[in-house]
């Protein structure tokens, strides 16, 4: 079968530095991404790997490695607002989103 | 504001109710998804369009029909349900189903079921 896994929640805090790790078994690889959500509204898109290596995007950051089929986001300098559960989902080879269940990530002052 | 909306936002209904959900999307797209999300539980993919057609349906009970009356449209009209299908209903939309598709999503509809 197809999964994600991704940790089910982590605790960090306020202006600190984060990995979320996401491992993935599919049918195929045609990237990966990374979107935020925030409690009760839609989940919006922070990044997308489809070679290894890092992707920098201001204080995110998201890395990839296709042999090891895993990937991981990075969050610097924490701030309150990035409170949020992160869902790590793998597009296949029928281009299908596969999901993980996300992490819920709490910031703490 | 992602340029996807959903109607309504909330949704109570009975198990003999019938209703329907609505999404539309400003970003000229031509692909568009349901999905399924409950607490805890990765997005269920429950449907695909693709300019207008139906292209996935991933063994999603007959209770609940899809609707695509255009690339901007999309309706989910649900009949005769059950407690389990208590969720947060997203619609999603993208340039198009295959390739790279970052998808937008809406806001989503909670939906209970009495």
């Known amino acids: 079968g197809q999964n994600i896994d991704q940790p089910t929640e982590m605790t960090a805090t306020e202006g600190a530095i984060v990995q979320i790790n996401c491992t993935y078994q599919t049918s195929g690889f045609n990237g990966l991404f990374w979107y935020q959500q925030h409690a009760g509204e839609a989940p919006t898109f922070l990044s997308y790997n489809v070679l290894d290596g890092l992707e920098e995007k201001g204080r995110f950051s998201s890395f990839l490695s296709r042999s090891k089929g895993y990937s991981y986001l990075l969050l610097k300098e924490l701030q309150m607002k990035d409170s949020a559960s992160y869902l790590c989902?793998?597009?296949?080879?029928?281009?299908?989103?596969?999901w993980g269940a996300g992490t819920k990530l709490i910031i703490k002052p | 504001e992602t340029g996807v909306t959903q109607t309504p936002r909330h949704l109570v209904m009975g198990m003999t109710n019938k209703k329907s959900l609505k999404c539309e999307q400003h970003?000229?797209?031509?692909?568009m998804y349901w999905y399924k999300q409950s607490a805890k539980k990765p997005l269920e993919l429950m449907f695909v369009y693709n300019f207008k057609e139906q292209t996935e349906n991933n063994s999603v009970p007959s209770r609940f029909s899809p609707e695509c009356p255009n690339s901007s449209h999309l309706f989910l009209h649900l009949h005769t349900l059950q407690p389990e299908d208590s969720a947060l209903y997203l619609c999603?939309?993208?340039?198009?189903?295959?390739?790279?598709?970052?998808?937008?999503f809406g806001p989503g509809t909670r939906l209970t079921v009495l």
């Open positions: 989902a793998v597009s296949n080879s029928n281009y299908q989103l596969i």
């Open positions: 999603a939309s993208s340039q198009g189903a295959g390739d790279y598709n970052e998808q937008f």
């Open positions: 970003l000229g797209h031509n692909a």
